[in-house]
């Protein structure tokens, strides 16, 4: 069983910044290689960001240059900071597992322009 527990979201003016956190509980198998996606109201839900075991991330066009994901092996926690944010960034943020099929309930991040 892999349990996710999301935090960090909250409410920004344009430009500022949130760091987001997500807590994995469960077989490295699955744990050591995580995800964040997002889900603003209306639209499909989009991948954002992932790091790999060996801490390889990649990005999605959107949010290169200014969201960097990270990752603490011992605390089993996953980072993803993000700078110079956008209205366009306000979704419903997910972290997920990236070779299994579980997802964290979510956190809320609104940004004001």
């Known amino acids: 069983q892999v349990h996710l527990v999301e935090s960090g979201g909250g409410s920004v003016q344009a430009g500022g910044s949130l760091r987001l956190s997500c807590a994995a509980y469960?077989?490295?198998?699955?744990?050591?290689?995580m995800s964040w996606y997002r889900q603003a109201p209306g639209k499909e839900r989009e991948f954002v960001s992932r790091?790999?075991?060996?801490?390889?991330?990649t990005y999605a066009d959107s949010v290169k240059g200014r969201f960097t994901i990270s990752q603490n092996n011992a605390k089993n926690t996953v980072y993803l900071q993000m700078n110079s944010l956008k209205p366009e960034d306000t979704a419903m943020y997910y972290c997920?597992?990236?070779?299994?099929?579980?997802w964290g309930q979510g956190t809320q991040v609104t940004v004001s322009s």
């Open positions: 469960g077989h490295p198998y699955c744990t050591d290689d």
């Open positions: 790091i790999t075991s060996d801490d390889t991330a």
């Open positions: 997920k597992t990236s070779l299994c099929d579980y």
